[in-house]
């Protein structure tokens, strides 16, 4: 509705323009890769992430419904590795099951200590990651026609 009267370019209630004083501090629970990020978005304003407009979560929720359709997921035909963060707070580790459950081609490996950028968090989780990744695509080479 907000789009439709013009107003998708204004944020939500409770969000805002990218502001420092209100970093994300929800994606990873490793506090250097934290402040690592916290240095870079202090150094390159552009990538810094504020709250969404009316308009992003317009096309969120639309790009949602057409991806999560039951017939979408069929379809996919590549093996897909899902890592499922267990406190992941930006995306619900409930959906992650869900869309999992409708295809076999998609593995599900839950991490219930990662937050929402697995990649991004401490060694030992990663270290999960990369136990979980690694032999998937290994896998996936062996199992195709590919000649390296």
Do not use: C
Request: without cysteine; charged residues 25%; proline residues 7%.
């Amino acid at each position: 509705l907000m789009s439709t009267l013009g107003r998708g370019e204004n944020y939500i209630p409770g969000g805002g323009p990218p502001d420092m004083r209100t970093l994300p501090d929800n994606l990873t629970s490793d506090e250097q890769r934290l402040k690592r990020n916290r240095e870079y978005w202090k150094a390159v304003p552009a990538m810094r992430l504020g709250g969404p407009t009316w308009r992003w979560i317009h096309e969120a929720l639309r790009s949602i419904k057409q991806v999560t359709r039951r017939r979408r997921i069929a379809e996919i035909r590549i093996p897909v590795l899902l890592l499922s963060a267990g406190r992941d707070r930006v995306v619900s580790p409930y959906w992650h099951a869900h869309i999992a459950e409708m295809n076999t081609r998609i593995r599900i490996y839950n991490i219930p200590e990662s937050q929402h950028e697995v990649l991004q968090e401490n060694d030992n989780i990663q270290a999960i990651a990369w136990n979980q990744i690694t032999p998937f695509l290994r896998d996936q080479l062996t199992d195709s026609d590919y000649t390296p």
